[in-house]
């Protein structure tokens, strides 16, 4: 157990609304990751950060944002929501020792 | 960018069968790791094997980083081990990328 949360696990929400998904850790890990699953594309990185303040993109980006003002918390923000992005997100971390990588439960977003 | 593929896409085993789920990878890595997709979408970690083998039970793994690739052994299946297998590699910038999955199905 990497002691990962995400919250929240399920949301629906309308075309052209904010909306953010928290990824929480308990483990002081330095690099979080923001990724999308979707049907006939497998897993894709969005946003990765190698610590406080420290983001970069991923292979697909584009209409989102997220911030990490603390080690704990990875955010991932879809500032005016589509209903392309309806997906299912998961945040993972890297062990900082090993470099192995580990998933949160994962949050199911539908954007009507 | 680094190029995952997995084979075979679907496999469909019956209970107690074995299998061989293969990762070919086009460039050098230095972290290569399987991840089980339970039907409930939680992603297991099964190995973190860039070269050698490991076994864990039922399941083991061998990487020819030399070569690019990796092969994922499921022995005696069972049920339980229905679901998604996934290969992810990192080629030295700390970003993992995904190959596509080998679904497979155990019948009872």
């Known amino acids: 157990d990497a002691g990962i949360t995400q919250s929240p696990r399920h949301k629906v929400t309308e075309t052209g609304t904010p909306v953010t998904l928290r990824c929480h850790q308990t483990?002081?890990?330095?690099?979080m990751y923001w990724y999308r699953q979707d049907p006939g594309h497998g897993l894709r990185l969005i946003h990765y950060?190698?610590?406080?303040?420290?983001?970069d993109k991923g292979e697909v980006s584009d209409g989102y944002s997220v911030s990490r003002s603390k080690t704990e918390d990875f955010l991932l923000t879809l500032e005016s929501a589509t209903s392309s992005q309806t997906s299912v997100y998961f945040c993972?971390?890297?062990?900082?020792?090993?470099?192995?990588?580990?998933f949160g439960e994962g949050s199911r977003l539908t954007v009507l | 960018g680094i190029q995952v593929e997995q084979s075979p896409p679907d496999l469909i085993l019956q209970e107690g069968a074995n299998s061989t789920l293969r990762c070919n990878f086009s460039d050098s890595v230095n972290n290569l790791q399987w991840f089980h997709q339970n039907p409930w979408g939680q992603l297991i970690n099964l190995f973190y094997?860039?070269?050698g083998t490991k076994q864990n039970g039922r399941l083991s793994a061998t990487t020819v980083a030399t070569e690019r690739y990796s092969l994922l052994y499921i022995s005696s299946s069972q049920t339980t081990d229905s679901g998604v297998y996934f290969c992810?590699?990192?080629?030295?910038?700390?970003?993992?990328?995904f190959g596509p999955g080998t679904r497979l199905s155990v019948l009872p």
């Open positions: 992810a590699v990192d080629n030295y910038g700390q970003n993992f990328v």
């Open positions: 993972a971390i890297t062990n900082r020792s090993t470099g192995e990588l580990f």
């Open positions: 483990e002081n890990h330095r690099y």
């Open positions: 950060s190698y610590g406080v303040k420290d983001t």
């Open positions: 094997i860039p070269s």
